[in-house]
């Protein structure tokens, strides 16, 4: 009896996608422009991109959707106040009297859905197939959005049930398309594909922040759940804490208007973007031509990724109301965590391809716990919204990043493990 593995091949780091000519038989590495590949990924982007776009239209809406909110007098916050002409502000939706510590519950509540369908949408996509499931999710996200303002004012409770529901539909996004890219993806090109596909989180963030701003300014809070529809832990921590109170932070301490705020707000997740673009061709290719381990260069990705937006997130805290500093250091330390998606972000793929959806399920239920609790202990700690209690939500967010990129350096791997190989047995 003979016994194969059925992944040998991905066991190797340094393989390519090849064809041979049928004229010579020669060897060729598949070109890029125009395959399958490329195209699911830029697919996919577009797919991620609608998913965040929904998911953080609430972050800057709940700036304008409370009483006594400072977006309309700007007399609240800690820095002296912006004093640019702007066009009148509309105030024709309703507002509501939450406190902090609802608040804290309903940008949270989100992750308590999302965390649900992790593992459940890792197990489905490999048994039934991942791109049903990827565009259903994606379809629950936007039912859900639509019905963020009805859920409003019925009460917080009936909001933070629809926001649950609308993480359970978003909740099997990643699994699926982990899934699909452990057997799309050539092992030295999944930084590249990856990158692209994932970023459209980030895309969506950048041109979601800043149209929430100028659609709540200029109609209502209200708009931002009708047009955009027709129109892992440590690092997530800090993620989903920016991602979530970041236009608080500039309302209530820095003083920028609800219009100026998505703007600034999308600044660092622009940056992300961008180098988590740039990290994806820079990994591939020091794997690929300068023949780096893919472990080194998980590893180093990693610690690059995580250690510099902790200490540029501590610094922002420190900038008291140097308005351009503290934007600048925010930027860099959301920009610089891009650099984490070619670390342990697809490392799923290195170490398993064929359970990576299941496993990114995994994972991702610890990194969404985050989400879950992130906001709630930062609204707690931000009740008088000072500058020294947002600077001890920037300090914990800074040593949990750090743990995780010291922990993931000293025990990440970069090959297939071998209770990851299938055995085929040939009688």
């Known amino acids: ?24 038989g020669d060897i060729k590495k598949a070109p890029a422009c125009c395959s399958s590949r490329y195209g ?45 002409p ?11 009297d939450w406190d902090s510590e609802t608040q804290g519950w309903i940008l949270g509540s989100f992750f308590y ?8 949408g890792g197990y489905f996509a490999r048994k039934y197939g991942a791109k049903w499931l990827f565009g259903i999710g994606i379809l629950c ?5 639509l019905l963020t303002p009805v859920a409003a004012d019925l009460g917080a409770g009936y909001l933070i049930a629809v926001r649950v529901l609308e993480g359970i539909g978003e909740g099997v996004s990643y699994p699926a398309m982990h899934a699909m890219w452990a057997s799309w993806a050539p092992p030295l090109e999944r930084s590249r594909l990856l990158t692209i596909s994932y970023t459209g989180a980030q895309l969506g963030t950048v041109v ?17 759940f009708y047009i955009f529809v027709v129109a892992h832990f440590s690092y997530n921590w800090t993620f989903y804490t920016l991602l979530t109170l970041l236009p608080t932070y500039m309302n209530d301490i820095l003083g920028f208007s609800i219009q100026q ?26 794997r690929e031509k300068y023949l780096f381990r893919t472990v080194i260069v998980r590893k ?23 308005y351009v500093l503290a934007v600048a250091f925010l930027s860099i330390s959301s920009s610089l965590g891009g650099i984490s998606a070619s670390g342990f972000n697809i490392n799923h793929l290195d170490i398993a391809p064929s359970y990576a959806g299941i496993l990114l399920g995994i994972t991702n239920s610890f990194a969404t716990i985050p989400g879950m609790v992130g906001p709630v202990i930062a609204r707690s700690l931000t009740k008088s919204n000072t500058i020294p209690e947002w600077q001890i939500v920037f300090y914990i967010s800074a040593a949990i990043n750090i743990f995780g990129a010291i922990f993931f350096t000293i025990f990440g791997q970069g090959t297939v493990q071998p209770w990851a190989v299938q055995r085929i047995h040939v009688q």
């Open 1 to 24: 009896m003979m016994e194969h593995s059925a992944s040998d091949s991905e066991t190797e780091d340094h393989v390519q996608p090849l064809l041979r000519r049928k004229d010579t």
């Open 40 to 84: 699911l990924a830029f697919l996919s982007c577009y797919g991620f991109f609608v998913a965040y776009a929904l998911r953080v239209n609430l972050s800057v809406a709940m700036v304008d959707m409370l009483k006594n909110s400072s977006s309309a007098s700007n007399s609240s916050s800690v820095c002296p106040h912006h004093k640019i």
């Open 86 to 96: 702007v066009p009148k502000h509309n105030h024709t939706a309703r507002v509501y």
């Open 113 to 120: 859905g999302y965390i649900l369908t992790q593992i459940p």
């Open 141 to 145: 996200t936007v039912i859900f959005t």
């Open 208 to 224: 979601a922040l800043p149209l929430s701003g100028q659609i709540c300014f200029y109609l209502d809070w209200t708009y931002v």
């Open 261 to 286: 705020n998505g703007m600034l707000s999308a600044l660092p997740y622009l940056g992300c973007w961008l180098l988590a673009l740039l990290g994806g061709q820079l990994a591939d290719l020091l």
């Open 300 to 322: 180093a990705f990693t610690i690059v990724g995580m250690m510099g937006p902790a200490v540029f997130l501590v610094a922002a805290g420190y900038t008291g109301c140097n």
